[in-house]
């Protein structure tokens, strides 16, 4: 059975890694089973990636179901919504033939990402010195402090403009109190001046408006008119808030508990949750990563998989696949199926390694540390698995991998205690194995 099997009506996609692990490809191929999809937590610090054709769109706001036509797309509550961001991505993706207009929802509940969240952010950025967590300067972890200070603006106080201006000066206010609390002179920042910020809100109103729903009411009544809906997920497991690396992690819970509380439905209505994971494993920013290779084994990795990232453009750290850290990221969640994409970049390898645990302190340990200082001391213990050294990129089903592909999916498999559901073996739509 695969995802989206006739029974399965409501489904959640997560990142099972460090982000970056093929989501946005998983569910624009979803998408075309689905009526409505949602992204539930994060903001446009995500980077989508989806191939249609001889077509590259990269999303970081708006679901990837916007590619199908047809489907319904929704921003729910969880998600950090910056409308000027919004707003570029809509324009891209109608100047490229994509309808937006009328495609799109916004829940009233959503927070919304100001200017100054993002010159708070890079001040904060200056401010941590050696521990900086190399966020991607798109202001989420200050919108989303805003939120739970409540403090924060979100979409449906727009209606009261005099609302919105009180909390778009007290945060301004904030956050120039901060850039300066940091060192950082705040000069004469557009991002920190709250008459600018409120004059271009001003422009985007009646348009952010438009858009503005519950998801909850939109996904209920969609389920219970039989239809199917895709709660796409952001980021990873080990970015997530608190089951991540923290504090090298992002500022919302991108675990699928958040696909019912980011969407605004409860979670019994949630049939099956899909995690997504690399054939091996990359990271991005700082934080630790124990099976993290270096020189030429990891520029040949970047060079094949196109390891760069798809909102910042900076070079992903790329490693082994990690045991441990798909085994929490499976407990987490609650994975009742695993995708495994970009297959195919490993095809020449000679030889694949997995940590199938850590060495910490003299002993072996297969829990994965609550502590980012324990997990920089965790030295993997590998297995090494033989490469399969043929292309797979135009296998289309299971059986026609390599067996020796195929051994090491099954590993994969075993270690998350979760069955197999797609294989991924190239960039396009049609460069995937359902299972
Ligand atoms: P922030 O989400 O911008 O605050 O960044 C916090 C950490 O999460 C940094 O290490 C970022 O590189 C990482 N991060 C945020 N979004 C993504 C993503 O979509 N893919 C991979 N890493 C991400």
Not at 315 to 336: E, I, K, S, Y
């Amino acid at each position: 059975m695969t995802p989206f099997s006739d029974s399965v009506r409501c489904l959640a996609v997560v990142g099972a890694q460090w982000g970056d692990e093929g989501k946005g490809k998983l569910s624009d191929i979803l998408a075309a089973r689905a009526s409505v999809v949602v992204r539930f937590q994060g903001g446009a610090n995500a980077g989508h990636t989806v191939r249609v054709g001889d077509d590259e769109f990269i999303l970081h706001l708006i679901p990837s179901g916007i590619l199908t036509d047809g489907v319904r797309s929704l921003l729910g509550c969880g998600v950090v919504v910056d409308p000027w961001a919004l707003q570029r991505e809509a324009h891209g993706l109608t100047a490229r033939g994509i309808a937006v207009t009328g495609r799109m929802g916004i829940s009233r509940r959503a927070h919304l990402v100001l200017p100054h969240h993002r010159e708070m952010d890079v001040a904060q950025e200056v401010g941590r010195g050696d521990n900086r967590i190399g966020t991607t300067s798109r202001g989420i972890g200050p919108a989303y402090r805003d939120k739970v200070a409540r403090e924060g603006l979100r979409l449906g106080d727009l209606h009261d403009w005099g609302r919105t201006c009180r909390i778009v000066e007290a945060g301004a206010r904030r956050a120039r109190f901060a850039v300066e609390a940091v060192g950082v002179d705040p000069g004469d920042r557009a991002g920190l001046d709250a008459a600018l910020t409120l004059e271009r809100l001003g422009d985007l109103r009646q348009w952010l408006l438009g858009m503005a729903t519950s998801t909850g009411d939109e996904i209920r009544s969609a389920l219970a008119a039989g239809k199917r809906v895709l709660l796409e997920g952001a980021q990873g497991a080990l970015l997530d808030v608190d089951h991540g690396t923290y504090p090298f992690v992002t500022s919302s819970t991108t675990t699928a508990g958040a696909a019912a509380a980011g969407s605004g439905i409860g979670p019994t209505l949630i049939d099956e949750v899909l995690g997504v994971v690399k054939a091996y494993v990359t990271r991005v920013g700082e934080g630790p990563f124990p099976t993290e290779l270096s020189g030429r084994e990891a520029e040949k990795l970047r060079r094949i998989g196109r390891e760069f990232g798809a909102t910042t453009g900076r070079p992903r750290r790329p490693g082994w696949f990690d045991a441990v850290a798909m085994r929490h990221a499976a407990a987490v969640n609650g994975l009742t199926g695993v995708a495994v994409t970009k297959l195919d970049v490993l095809d020449s390898l000679e030889e694949i390694k997995i940590a199938s645990c850590y060495r910490m302190d003299g002993k072996e340990i297969d829990r994965f540390p609550d502590s980012a200082a324990d997990l920089d001391r965790a030295e993997p213990v590998y297995e090494t698995w033989p490469g399969w050294r043929e292309p797979t990129t135009e296998c289309r089903t299971f059986d026609e991998l390599p067996a020796r592909a195929q051994a090491y999916l099954r590993r994969i498999e075993e270690v998350a205690s979760a069955p197999l559901r797609y294989v991924s073996v190239g960039p396009d739509r049609a460069h995937t194995v359902p299972i």
